[in-house]
């Protein structure tokens, strides 16, 4: 039996959402398929998802000295262990998000920016950084209101190629992505979430199988 975390980071209602609509309709696909692994739903909206901010370097300044942490200081710590710990303990990866101004939603940077934590999911050696969680697979969800996938305009995409990189990063090579593109124009509206519905499914049996 699997661990899975479901990942979203948009603030729209499911119906309203091309990218919370695909993700849905890969993890009841998922389910089927796999009813008895764990799924761990994570909409990072409805999350406390710390910044790294002067409380978190202050305090981990303080560790390293052996000094006592402030309140604060120790809350967002704990926090954020708890949400590496948690990332580390899953098997798979579903991330569901649109891409916004070129890239990625700020709750989605600050939670990567909360499991991306050197000891713990990548680690320091002579020949540069290595990622610890070899072994493990995810899926990257997206939608977007452009079309980036050809010409001039993939230069200017960095939501999928990040989640890629910092992945990848941490030692997860094992990366597949569903995108929907062009749904900002009316006219391909339907048939970018139809086409996306579809691959997402056919996707999340494989995803599921192993």
Known sequence: MAKVLYITANPKKERESVCLQVGRAFLNTYELINPLDEIIELDLYHEEIPFLDEDVFQGWQKIVRREQLTPIERHKLARINQLTDQFISADKYIFVTPMWNFGLPPKLKAYVDTICIAGK??????????????????????????????????????????????????????????????????????????????????????????
Request: avoid cysteine; aromatic fraction near 12%; glycine fraction near 12%.
């Open 121 to 210: 999911t990548f680690k320091y050696t002579d020949h540069g950084p290595v990622g610890l969680l070899t072994g493990k697979k995810a899926i990257h969800i997206q939608a977007r209101g452009g079309v980036y996938s050809t010409g001039q305009a993939r230069a200017m995409e960095f939501g999928d190629s990040y989640i890629r990189l910092v992945l990848g990063f941490m030692g997860i090579t094992d990366v597949h992505s569903i995108i929907a593109e062009g749904t900002a124009n009316s006219a391909n509206y339907h048939r970018a979430l139809y086409s996306a519905v579809q691959r997402a499914k056919k996707v999340a049996v494989h995803f599921a199988r192993y």
